[in-house]
């Protein structure tokens, strides 16, 4: 190695060093995490029973005044099933029932929430939500029908510390879909996070 050489790398790192600290910023805050469980209704469609409803969410903090925090979102909600009454074909008596279709909706979502009141006993939130949903028709696990559409939701809730960062709350949220078959429905869900 010549003396050049030897020269050159740590000068060639110094430099990607120091662009790397003027660059980036001095600290990118932790994340808050959280995740729900509950049940979803008010179903706009004709599979309107209502199901389980699951979503995750991982949200950086962006204005501490407000408590804006902004991040990804999924949802997994179950529309529930159609239940169609089966007849015996020799005697044609009613002879049961059977699931017609069942429906449920995936979402993966920008998202965006609102926590002013971080100090209370009691944090009450805001959230909005804008993504891509997909629904998929199926009948006993045997798919029927999948289709996309865009669409947004509303959600408001409270949380309480719990121990160091971990929260436990409920939250409601509105979900409104731009197609013609399950246009909106809301869901309600507890919630644990680490914020």
Excluded: C, K
């Excluded at 005697?91 to 979502?109: C, F, I, K, M, W």
């Excluded at 160091?164 to 879909?177: I, Q």
């Excluded at 013609?180 to 869900?189: N, P, Q, V």
């Amino acid at each position: 190695m010549t003396a050049l050489a030897s020269v050159r790398r740590p000068v060639a790192a110094a430099a990607l060093l120091l662009a790397l600290v003027l660059i980036a910023p001095p600290s990118i805050a932790a994340p808050s995490i959280s995740g729900t469980v509950g049940g979803t209704m008010a179903i706009l469609g004709n599979v309107q029973e209502g199901g389980l409803s699951l979503s995750a969410a991982v949200l950086w903090p962006l204005d501490y005044r407000w408590g804006l925090e902004a991040g990804i979102a999924g949802f997994a909600d179950d529309f529930g099933s159609v239940l169609q009454d089966l007849r015996d074909p020799t005697t044609n008596l009613p002879s049961g029932q059977a699931e017609d279709v069942h429906r449920a909706a995936y979402s993966g979502s920008f998202r965006l929430d609102a926590r002013p009141w971080r100090t209370m006993a009691w944090e009450p939130f805001a959230s909005g939500s804008w993504g891509l949903y997909r629904l998929r028709d199926d009948r006993l696990g045997d798919t029927r029908r999948e289709w996309s559409s865009t669409g947004w939701s509303l959600g408001a809730g409270v949380r309480h510390t719990l121990r160091g960062r971990a929260t436990l709350g409920a939250e409601v949220r509105y979900h409104r879909l731009f197609n013609d078959e399950a246009g909106r429905y809301a869901s309600a869900a507890l919630e644990w996070g680490w914020h």
